[in-house]
Structures are given as structure tokens and as C-alpha cells.
């Protein structure tokens, strides 16, 4: 798919189909932009629609490795860029104790060995020190890098600023060692579930895509390519029912994914349609939380009508 | 084509949606990527380099098909058939070096398209008030201090009144939703159905803040006295830590026919919060103020017990009838209070007084005192030395208006009265609106 010529949003679509996902046409041509443009694609939405599930895929599409970072509230520069190994630091001083102390042995006082040392412990702050984590191996990296910055939203906005500088250069800054700028910039997807407003520079410098809940057609077409021993009636059914409960006021609204894990246990016990005991053993793949459970088996009879 | 789509980003910017040139680019360079020939990929190509935000892309959506509609086949309705369709939708756009003319986005609602003359004009003080404010002229005006107003594009905040108008925002974003709109119940169940989802939002907010503050500022002097006595290995910096300091909290609530269903909203979404004070009073008030405080705890104890569901009741269609807990919707809990006759007309002069003179007004340092109205009194004495005296009893007074900015002030409203005796006012239109305020309250607790 990365051969230029065959390089087209209805090659995306295929191969994303190939690899059990379907993706819309607005999915497909927003990538085949953001792949053109080599801009970062910020992709928001509810949760459980696939934000991350095209993340991956848009790696294994281009053979390349998916570097994940996964933010989190306290998400800071050491656990997101690099840290000095500081045990391995502690190591080397010590092995290199004797060497040390030659250097320093004709010193006539404190200051010339402080002199003789100076350029020396500049080799404690080397790469070979430097424990890269996700952000500095994605842009050192010499094989293609798919970097997902999954759920930004979730990092405070100190992070967020301090990844403009990835985002529109691909380059990061470490104080002992200067600018290290990607010689291959990696493919940048951003994710995010809303909970918080991103800002507009983070903003301006991706392509946005907002993933929303597929329509009744298109989650029928998901259904049947993820799990395609569900027979046909018993899909529209679970679908129709799982479209129903997005409707209503639930604490956690099902995504995607908990329709296809809720249909693999549809298939998993044998059931044949939507009876009432079928759903009482198997609604826990579909909700995750006890009210809406509890609100859901109530009301039942009306939903399944 | 370039300079079509350059008149169709200058309406886009005159509508409300900036896009900087930097995107603009980005849009030229997504166009000629996928070319002219196919409507549906025109049109996503422009939106994802344009349009950052769900509420973005509808107004993009509505501008594109208005833009962009097939020569003869102009309007809104026709040119959304047009990018809908899969089938039988037209391939291409139409032309971009004749696009059609775009109408200004209604983004306020009808009243904006009268004469400037007729628009409503706010009371001279309160209208140099709200001017100061939004101006960001670091004064206060009496206690008042901030105006938390909802985002606009920027060309509207001249400090003139008449371009001070209401975002109601895109129709299908029920956060977004004005709720002195008609609302039928199953729409008030969708605005309340997306409470959860904010409360989490605040939520975390909150606790970012909360652990900020726990950290406490930097305490200078302690820095260098523990540093130097140590030879500065390993270097500390001490923080000087907040006292903690619980606040006591009344909210006084108009339950109007006007301002229940926000009231009833804003309630849902700040119960949570108000764990963390030491004590809430919940006073509903029309033309007296009646305490709620044991009705409002039982009724959001149901909810636990027996989830959200549809009114039992039928024919309860007033304000607040879609938002239910546990079988019971707010307008029912609200209609059931002795004392409080919700068909009264709204007397805020009576309310205050009445609270005044009562033993439980609220009073305090540590006392806030929240108020959720839009001061319209019916053209009553609006009495606002009993409110200034009210508010004066304590730490902290917000006010939460369920009112567009444009209308403060406008007819029977008292607000230029009250507003300078309150700390903040919170423009609260919608449910972000009432979000705005409820981070507000947890700021002060």
C-alpha cells in the first residue's frame, strides 16, 4: 500500500477490510490526507468507537512499528521522553573510580582536577546513558513509526503543550544534548475522548477526525465482519437493541467493541435470538456499570419490543 | 479555484469558525491531494483541515452545502441532500469559482436579524458593567469582579452591547441546547442523559486543581534556612501548605417557570460537588423562599436506589418534567414543596426580603451563597438592599443566569441591581453553560 501509485483512500479501505475493520469513507480519506500532508491526525470521540483499534492498523497498513503512549493526570517529560539511566550512570563511575582518580592525580589543587574533569563527566550525559521512552524512540527510530499518542485528554495541559514541539517539527529538545530532530518524522495519531477541551494550538497542527457511533448499516457491516458465525437475524437484532440502549441515558453508552463481545457470547452460550434469559447471562459483556445493568433488566419487555 | 475557496473561508471566518491561514493551506494542499471530483471527499478533505471541534464541523457541514450547492439547486435542505447521499449524491461540487452566496450562519437565534434599533437594550449601568468586564478593565464594579460569559468569536467582543449576542450553538449538541428554548420532555432527557458525562469532566478538572493546591506554593524563606544547613545535597523545596477550610453552601434557586429546568440541571450537576462542603442548604424560591434541602437530598437518594427512568407521572409536561431520578422528575419534587406556589409571579424582592427577616438567611465567612435566576421580577420592587445585605452576611456570592449576556438587564429584569452585590456572574445558557458555573462553585469551596 505504500507503492505512491497504489497509494488511495479506497486502498485504505481495503486494506483496513483486510484486517477486519471497517473503515468509512470519511475514515479512510482523512488518513490518506494525513499520510499526503504529513500532518499529525487527531482523532476525538466516545469511547469504544475505534479510535485506537485505527491507530494500530494504520501501523500494520505500512509494516511499520506502533509506538504507543498512553497518557494518563501526571503524564511528565521523563516518562514520556527520556530519562538518564541513573543506575547505569552510578555503574560506570564507580568501574571507572581507578581511571578517574589518575586523571586527577598531578592536580595541584582542587580546581585544576575540577578542570581536568570538567570535559570528562560530559560522557555521563551521552546517549549511552539515555533511556528513550516513547516520544524520542518514535522520532529516533530508523524504521517507519506509527507514534499513538492515545487519549491526550487525559494528560494535563502542561503535556499537551509541551508536545506541540513533536507535533509540528518532530523534534525534541534535551538540554545536555540539544535538538535531536527526527531524520524519518513518524505518523502521527492523537486520540482523545472529549472529557476535556484540547487546546486550539494542539489543535492547529493536526487533521481532526471526529469518530463517532456507527449508524444501524454500517455497525451491521462491523458485526459481520468481526463476527461472522452470528447468524443473520440474531445480528440485526443485538444491533438494533445496542443502537436502542445509545439512545437512552446510560452512565457508560456501549461502544463498538462491547457490541462485538456481546455477540461473541451471544454465539458463545448458543443463543438463537434475544430471549429474555439470554440476555440476563450476557448483557455483561454489552454495560459495564451496575445502574445501567439494573435500569436495562428492568426495562427489558420495552426494549425488546 | 483557489480564490473560491478563499471567499469560502472568509465566510466561514465571518460565521464564527476561524480558521488560521496555516489551516487555510492545509485545506488548499487536502484539496489537491484528492481533487475536485468527488462531493463527499471535497467536502472531508476541507472539514478535517478546517474544522477542529464537533460543533465546528456541523456549522462546516451547514456552510458547505449552502456554499457548494449545485447551480439551481440552492438552500440548505437541498444542498445537505446533496453531501448526504451515497448513491445518488452529484460527484463533484458544484464549481468553486462560482459558489453561490452564503448566508451568515444564524448562530443567534432569530432575534439578531432585527434592525439594530429594535434590538433590546440593556440598562445603562449594567450595560457599562458587562462592558468593563468583558473588556478585561482590572476593575471591580461594586463587589462584582468577573463575568464568566460563553466562548465567541472574538469580533464579538467589542465591548458593545448589540455584538454581544447568544451562541445557542449547532441544534443537534444537546450540551448546547438553550434551555429557555421549547424543550419537549424527551429533549430535557437528552440534556440530562449527557450530565454523567460532564460531571467526569468536571470532575477531573477539579482534582487536577485540588492536587495542585494540596501541593501548596513554594515557601522561600524555609528553602534556603533547610538547604543551607545541609550543604544543599539533596536540595529540597519545602511548600507551604493550604489550611483547608470547608465552606458552608445555600443555594437559592428560582424555580420560575422560566428558570426550572435549568435550575433543575444545574442541581444535578453540582450535587455531586457539594459533598465536599461542610453543609448545603437548597432554598427554591418564586416569590418566597421555601428550604428544599431534605426534598433535594431524598430525591437524588432515589436515584441511587432505583436509577434514572421516565416520570411515572402523566401529564407532568412542565419545565424539568424530562429530568427525572428514581420515577420522579425535578418539576414533580419542585411542585410537591409546601409553601412554594410555582404559578406565582416571580418576585425576587419579596424572596430576598422574606430570607432577610427569616432565622436560617444565609450568613457567614465561610458561608456561599449561590443564586440561579434571571432576576426578572415582574416589574416588583426589586428590593436590592435586602439582597446587598444578604450578601453581604457572606464570604461568597455567585449568580448564575439562565439568560443570554444580550438580555441582562433588558425589561423587567433586575440584574443591574443585584449583579454589583455579587462576587461572579456566570452567563449559563446551556449545560456548558451551567458546567462554567458549577467549576465556579467547586473553585470557592
Redesign the interface.
Known sequence: MSAPGSFS?EAIEAAFREHGFVAT??VA??L??AE??A?PL?L?GPPGVGKTEIGKLWAACHDAELVRLQCY?GLDEAKALYEWSYGKQMLYAQLLREKTAALVADAPDLAAAMRRLRGQADEFFSRDFLLPRPLLAAITATRPVVLLVDEVD?A?EEFEAFLLEVLSDSQVSIPELGTIRAARPPRVILTSN???ELS?AL??R?????VDYPDFDEELRIVESRVPQIERKLREHLVRFTQTLRR????KRPGIAETIDWALALVAIGAEGLSEPALRRTLGALLKNR?DL??VL??LPRLRS | MIAGLERFVVELRRAGLSASPAEWIDAVRAVDEVGVGDRERFRVALRCALAKRVAQQRLFDEAFARFFSTPGRGGVERGRRATAGAGGAPRGPAPVDAPRALPRLDRSGPSDRRPRSEMPRLQPDLQALVARLLDGVPRRVGRLRHIVVEPRHPSSREGRMEHVRAAPGPPGDPRRRDLRGRLASEDEREIAAEVPRLVERIRLRSARRTRRSLRGTLYLRRVFRENVSRGGVPFVLPRRRRRSRRSRVVLLVDVSWSTARAAGLFLLLAHEFLRRARDTRTLFFVDRAVDGTTRMASWLRREAASGSGPARERGDRGPGSGIVRGGVSFSRLIGGLPGLVLDAPSDYGRAFDGLLRSTSRPSGRDTLLLVLGDGRTNRFDPQDWAFEEIASRCGAVLWLVPESIARWGTGDSALGAYLPHADVAVEATDLEGLARGVGELIRRL
Do not use: A, H, M
Open positions: 483512500p469513507g470519511q480519506t482523512t490518506f490526507l499526503r500532508l500532518k487527531l476525538e493526570e487525559r494535563d472529549d472529557s476535556r486550539d489543535r492547529r493536526c487533521l481532526y477526525l471526529f437512552s441515558s446510560l452512565r445502574e439494573e435500569r428492568q426495562d
